[in-house]
């Protein structure tokens, strides 16, 4: 299925976004250990979902933000949240911002900004993936699964259309070797 065209729904739900932002880091070869952060109502000094890295064994942190408007994110917004994830024990090499913001260039600045502050200090990587991003991720091959499992709705299949007729016989769904004569209308 061709997912390029396809016009992901935003997720309006902060434990959803952390379980998908979960399932993309799950499914990334690159990390393992990949896991929820605590509870609801727990501290959790910035970081929603944590993982490990497999060539380094480098601690990675995620934060989750619902945006229901398309507000940007200031450069205070941004540090309260680097400042908690700075807690975070063991320490993280990589930390991001996962959001439901639409790519937005006055966030993007403060990211560049606080991150070249971070690389100064020895501190860890910080980027941001705004919905645009997480629904690229989406649309890969690799990523086929965690679509399904969060957007299974949008999978269309036969109990859903009803059987289709006027098939050629190569297009025919096959039970036992002979063409399926409902499928074929026959």
């Not at 501190?123 to 299974?152: A, C, N, P, R, S």
């Amino acid at each position: 299925m061709d997912l390029r065209f396809i016009d992901i729904p935003k997720i309006e739900n902060d434990t959803l976004l952390e379980d998908l932002a979960k399932a993309l880091f799950k499914a990334n070869d690159l990390y393992e250990n990949v896991n929820i952060n605590g509870r609801p109502g727990q501290k959790q000094d910035g970081v929603d979902v944590f993982a490990r890295r497999k060539d380094n064994l480098k601690w990675v942190g995620i934060q989750c933000k619902v945006r229901s408007t398309n507000k940007s994110f200031t450069k205070a917004d941004l540090i309260l949240e680097i400042d908690q994830a700075k807690k975070f024990n063991p320490q993280l090499s990589e930390y991001y911002l996962y959001t439901t913001l639409s790519r937005d260039n006055i966030t993007q600045q403060n990211v560049r900004e606080i991150g070249d502050e971070l690389a100064q200090n020895n501190e860890f990587l910080f980027d941001i993936k705004f919905w645009e991003d997480i629904e690229g991720m989406l649309k890969q091959k690799e990523y086929e699964t965690v679509y399904f499992q969060f957007y299974h709705k949008f999978f269309v299949d036969n109990l859903n259309l009803g059987r289709t007729t006027n098939f050629t016989e190569d297009y025919c769904a096959n039970i036992g070797g002979q063409p399926d004569v409902h499928a074929s209308g026959q």
